[in-house]
């Protein structure tokens, strides 16, 4: 079983001067647009999740999957503070699943930011988030450097290949491997 974060580091992950190096509007910016339905697994307590749901607007929708309840449970409580809760679609995931099906072939973009090292079927992971993608959609996979070797960050790549995503873009993200994949 892959390491997981624990909830309570969420706090941590949404501080604030995290902008200084990551900054959520510069980062997406260039992937999403009003209108755009999103899927990001593991969004912790919400970092990007707020950001994605201003970009995709009030005819957007963003579409969250996490295992632990009260990452979940603090995301809606910061939706509803930021006032996007009706743009931000709660989903507790499965054990080895994102139980996306519903949402086959409507996903513009997905966020996969420093998540998969911690997913238990990685494989499963990509061929779950290829289907829901519209054709031409991106797929942003960052893992963080210190967590993920090259090596590691090679196989993810590999799964999302055979998954039927092509690499776009190699983009530079602070102390993270990054890439853009497309869908054919």
């Given at each position: 079983?892959?390491?997981?974060?624990?909830?309570?580091?969420?706090y941590?992950?949404?501080?604030?001067?995290?902008?200084?190096?990551?900054?959520?509007?510069?980062?997406?910016?260039?992937?999403?647009?009003?209108?755009f339905?999103v899927l990001e697994?593991?969004?912790?307590?919400?970092?990007?999740?707020?950001e994605?749901?201003?970009?995709?607007?009030?005819?957007?929708?963003?579409?969250?999957?996490?295992?632990?309840?009260?990452?979940?449970?603090?995301?809606?409580?910061?939706?509803?503070?930021?006032?996007?809760?009706?743009?931000?679609?709660l989903?507790l995931?499965?054990?080895?699943?994102?139980?996306?099906?519903?949402?086959?072939?409507?996903?513009?973009?997905?966020?996969?930011?420093?998540?998969?090292?911690?997913?238990?079927?990685?494989?499963?992971?990509?061929?779950?988030?290829?289907?829901?993608?519209?054709?031409?959609?991106?797929?942003?996979?960052?893992?963080?450097t210190?967590?993920?070797?090259?090596?590691?960050?090679?196989?993810?790549c590999?799964?999302?290949?055979?998954?039927?995503?092509?690499?776009?873009?190699?983009?530079?993200?602070?102390?993270?491997?990054?890439?853009?994949?497309?869908?054919?």
């Amino acid at each position: 079983m892959p390491h997981r974060c624990p909830w309570y580091l969420g706090y941590f992950l949404i501080n604030p001067l995290r902008r200084l190096v990551q900054s959520p509007v510069k980062l997406l910016q260039p992937y999403v647009k009003a209108g755009f339905r999103v899927l990001e697994p593991g969004p912790g307590m919400g970092y990007f999740t707020l950001e994605l749901a201003r970009l995709a607007g009030p005819t957007g929708k963003v579409h969250v999957v996490d295992i632990e309840p009260r990452m979940l449970s603090a995301l809606g409580r910061r939706a509803r503070s930021a006032g996007c809760e009706n743009r931000i679609d709660l989903r507790l995931a499965r054990e080895n699943a994102l139980g996306v099906g519903d949402l086959a072939g409507e996903i513009d973009f997905v966020l996969a930011f420093a998540v998969v090292h911690e997913l238990g079927n990685v494989a499963g992971f990509f061929t779950e988030a290829a289907n829901a993608m519209k054709p031409g959609a991106r797929l942003l996979l960052a893992e963080p450097t210190g967590h993920v070797s090259d090596v590691l960050f090679a196989q993810e790549c590999a799964a999302a290949e055979a998954a039927g995503l092509v690499v776009v873009e190699r983009p530079d993200i602070w102390r993270s491997h990054a890439v853009v994949f497309a869908k054919a």
